[in-house]
């Protein structure tokens, strides 16, 4: 297929960024999506691209090349991106219900580097062993505040409704409604 440039009809460029919107694609977006994960003579897992590669072996390139995006900083969240676009092509074009729940799962959870240091609020010059430290304690804080906020939710749960307090507000709400009528 030609690549689109200025000689191709305006129709059929927004047709097919109109099919691309609705998550279809072609038989080159496929080509790409293989390749992006690596697979084709030239690519890192010297292996064609076929019917025959195994469902299990594509996850693993995907998950592969997840991997490697984490260590490249200036590239690493739009490879992430490209690497689910290709999987979910992939998925698509195999019909892989297996493929497809794995990338609905991961699609929406791309965390660039920059946006985890400021999550925790640190500098991205800490050495690891201090990283590793905050982390462990703004997971300590998170799971202390759920957890005191459950077992006050529970002591609410479980106080019996006094009905002392049950009649005043019976009469306050009583007293509000006649001053609204």
């Known amino acids: 297929m030609q690549v ?11 047709l097919v960024l109109e099919e691309r919107t609705r998550n279809r694609f072609t038989h080159d977006d496929l080509l790409k999506a293989a390749s992006t994960l690596g697979f084709g003579h030239d690519g890192p897992l010297r292996v064609d691209f076929d019917e025959s590669v ?16 984490w260590k490249d900083e200036t590239n690493g969240s739009a490879t992430r991106r490209e690497l689910n676009d290709a999987l979910r092509v992939i998925a698509d074009a195999r019909e892989s219900i297996e493929m497809h729940r ?3 799962h991961e699609k929406g959870s791309i965390m660039t580097v920059d946006t985890a240091y400021s ?8 050495d690891e062993n201090t990283l590793i430290t905050v982390f462990d304690m703004r997971v300590s ?13 529970q002591r609410l ?3 019996p409704i006094r ?10 709400s009583q007293k509000l409604h006649k001053a609204n009528v």
């Not at 440039?5 to 927004?14: A, F, I, R, S, V």
């Not at 999550?119 to 800490?126: I, N, W």
Request: aromatic share 10%.
């Open 163 to 172: 009905s002392t307090n049950c009649a005043r507000r019976c009469r306050l």
């Open 102 to 104: 794995i990338w609905e």
């Open 119 to 126: 999550t925790l609020g640190v500098s991205k010059e800490m």
């Open 141 to 153: 804080e998170v799971l202390s505040r759920f957890f005191s906020d459950y077992s006050h939710f």
């Open 54 to 69: 195994e469902e299990d072996f594509i996850i693993s390139a995907w998950r592969d090349g997840i991997r490697r995006s």
């Open 157 to 159: 749960k479980n106080r």
């Open 4 to 14: 689109m440039n200025e000689d191709t009809p305006m129709d059929l460029q927004n």
